[in-house]
């Protein structure tokens, strides 16, 4: 008779492996309701992950593979969250433009008057258009994910606390703090910044001395800059426009941007508070609380009380 055996490096560490990948694939897929053209990805990540090389050194390789499945996964939720709440988006930022434009009347330019008519006109256009407003739900989705992509390669290290500046003065608090509930509730997401409200296109000063390592115009997508530190980075996200280019130095106040976030308007994209910055600080890899490195502020929660 013929005997054919397979030799499995580490079996026990393959199999858990493969039913780890396995699991979450069949939770997320048939737990949270998810498309087939979704599903589909995740099985396609698997089978990815499930044909990693097996060995010592491969080790840190199957541990990334994992995380990126459950990164995938996550994303897939999120997704899902988001354009379940598609409708009501809309109808909040048309809600959010109405007032804002009541009270720019008659102290802004008429381009500025242009702009908001016109933002306003293909918001009401997109609650007409569901596939429409998912694409541009997807667009913004991608841009943020680019954005979080690169958070790795950046800055990493810091030695004691991050001390900067605000990058704009929160005259009027704050609008969305980091992982506030209230804005992961209404928009499906979890927040990793904080949104910090200010006239469309006030001045957005650096807020540590450092250098610029993106520049990111999306048209009327998600816009932002990215500013590498001694050990750090910084985020400035919604912005209208840019007045740095990538590589350069830039020092502690010194203006870097124009403010954005009206809804339909440059830079903003599709998940928007309103006219604000949205600033992130990035430590190891990952967002930190902006207001850990911010001097306080009256009126500012602030996130070391008890």
Do not use: C
Request: glycine content about 10%; proline content about 5%; charged content about 20%.
């Amino acid at each position: 008779m013929l005997r054919v055996e397979i030799d499995i490096p580490r079996p026990r560490e393959t199999a858990l492996l493969l039913l780890g990948v396995i699991g979450l694939v069949v939770w997320f897929n048939w737990g949270s309701g998810v498309t087939p053209h979704t599903a589909r990805a995740s099985v396609v990540l698997s089978e990815q992950t499930a044909q990693e090389p097996s060995g010592g050194q491969d080790q840190t390789a199957r541990a990334f593979a994992i995380r990126d499945a459950e990164l995938h996964a996550r994303r897939i939720r999120a997704e899902q969250a988001v354009l379940e709440r598609r409708e009501e988006i809309l109808r909040y930022e048309l809600n959010v433009l109405s007032v804002e434009s009541a009270s720019y009347t008659g102290r802004t330019s008429a381009r500025m008057e242009q702009e908001l008519t016109e933002a306003e006109q293909h918001l009401k256009n997109l609650l007409q258009d569901s596939s429409a407003a998912e694409d541009r739900l997807h667009a913004t989705l991608k841009q943020m994910w680019e954005a979080e992509g690169m958070y790795p390669h950046l800055a990493s290290g810091v030695v004691g606390a991050i001390r900067a500046i605000w990058p704009v003065e929160p005259e009027l608090g704050i609008s969305a703090y980091f992982l506030d509930a209230a804005y992961e509730k209404r928009f499906g997401l979890p927040h990793h910044a904080i949104d910090i409200p200010a006239a469309q296109g006030s001045d957005v000063r650096a807020a540590v001395d450092g250098t610029v390592d993106r520049v990111i115009d999306n048209g009327l997508g998600y816009s932002y800059i990215i500013v590498n530190h001694d050990g750090f980075a910084t985020l400035y996200g919604h912005v209208s426009a840019s007045y740095v280019e990538e590589g350069q130095t830039v020092r502690r106040g010194e203006v870097i941007a124009a403010s954005g976030g009206m809804p339909g308007t440059r830079g903003a994209g599709a998940l928007t508070t309103g006219p604000h910055l949205h600033f992130e600080v990035i430590k190891d890899g990952e967002p930190v609380d902006p207001l850990t490195a911010l001097p306080s502020r009256p009126g500012v929660a602030d996130p070391n009380a008890q």
